[in-house]
């Protein structure tokens, strides 16, 4: 029988860790101590569901010098089952969306200025499954302040995507600045940032270009509500000349890039219309963009990186209000995660890849949907 800690808490739980700094190495997956310790701003959460990311093969390349072993992912969504002692706007029971900071500092020029800018306190002391504990396990702490409240209308399995491919694309739309009818190309507009860019788009009022490189990714921004699909296996001028056609010869108002191929950047510069902005998501090692555009076009670059909590929120509310859906590649128990690890990295998976961790709440959760 396993020893019970806090609350009902088991003091040991199953979870998946990079443990080793090598691409493509599989996790570890092993029972570990259960996190207890929470500071006074922390939430434990009972994780039901988390997903993988293209974030999460860098921190297994030792992109972000992560100290291991450290649990993998950094989309997750849970109940709270323990708070810290200065917590207030959550309770016992609350689903909630995982902020990825942990502890902000609170007396840099980023904490102490304007809210949008709070998420990038250089300061932090991790971003949860990037450089501390994250999600693939049965328990994770996260910080009070970043993470948000779920609407009763978002099931987990829509939640834990959103908690960074969803407020990263949304973080994105809303640096762009665009109004509705307006339009935006988004470069790599099939992937799991994307699909839900275009449902975000779409309901915004926005004219959307979906831009992709694969069979199944136009297929996919297609039916997220891309008003228009260009393969960019035609070659950069085929799909400049077929943007123009659709926007008068200008180009777009912004893209966004959200593609890591080398030329995605340029790619999105070319197709922008002149005096525009190119927000920058995709990390690649370098971001190349020849300097005609800078210069001679004006193109402005934004680099984007998450949202606030307020903006993640915000998100969450309108993902209810709008029926925003997440096309999912499920697998069920933290044991199956090296078949999803395995399908991701076959290059042929459409959308998001999650982990069902609590498979008994979650057919309860679709249970009470279907009105059972």
């Not at 507009?189 to 975000?200: S, T, V």
């Not at 593609?259 to 971001?287: E, N, R, Y």
């Amino acid at each position: 029988m396993t020893e019970m800690a806090m609350g009902g808490v088991s003091k040991t739980m199953l979870a998946a860790q990079v443990v080793e700094v090598l691409y493509n190495q599989p996790y570890r997956i092993a029972n570990i101590p259960t996190p207890t310790d929470l500071s006074p701003h922390d939430l434990l959460l009972k994780v039901k569901v988390a997903s993988l990311c293209h974030t999460d093969g860098m921190v297994s390349s030792g992109v972000f010098s992560t100290k291991l072993p450290c649990t993998a992912s950094h989309e997750g969504c849970g109940e709270i089952v323990a708070l810290g002692s200065s917590v207030t706007d959550f309770k016992q029971g609350d689903r909630v969306m995982a902020g990825l900071p942990l502890h902000r500092c609170g007396h840099c020029a980023d904490c102490l200025g304007p809210k949008e800018f709070w998420h990038y306190c250089p300061n932090l002391m991790g971003h949860v499954g990037v450089t501390t504990h994250g999600a693939f396990a049965e328990y994770m702490v996260v910080d009070a302040r970043e993470s948000s409240k779920i609407p009763d209308k978002v099931s987990y399995e829509t939640a834990a995507p959103m908690a960074c491919a969803g407020v990263t694309i949304w973080g994105g739309l809303v640096r762009a600045g665009l109004k509705a009818g307006e339009t935006v190309a988004l470069v790599g507009a099939g992937g799991g940032l994307g699909h839900l860019g275009c449902q975000f788009a779409r309901a915004m009022g926005l004219q959307i270009v979906g831009i992709d490189a694969r069979d199944e990714g136009l297929e996919l921004a297609r039916n997220s509500g891309a008003h228009v699909v260009i393969d960019a296996r035609k070659g950069k001028e085929k799909t400049i000349e077929e943007v123009k056609k659709v926007t008068n010869g200008n180009g777009v108002d912004s893209a966004i890039t959200l593609s890591d191929a080398p030329d995605a950047a340029a790619l999105a510069c070319a197709v922008t219309k002149m005096h525009g902005t190119m927000i920058q998501i995709a990390q690649p090692t370098d971001v190349s963009v020849p300097f005609a555009e800078l210069i001679f076009r004006d193109i402005r670059i934004h680099g984007s990186l998450l949202a606030p909590r307020y903006e993640a929120q915000r998100m969450l509310d309108f993902v209810a209000e709008h029926n925003i859906t997440v096309k999912t590649n499920p697998f069920y128990g933290l044991e199956e995660i090296p078949k999803l690890v395995e399908l991701a990295h076959g290059g042929k998976m459409a959308g998001k890849g999650v982990v069902v961790v609590d498979e008994d709440e979650i057919k309860k959760e679709k249970a009470r949907r279907e009105g059972k």
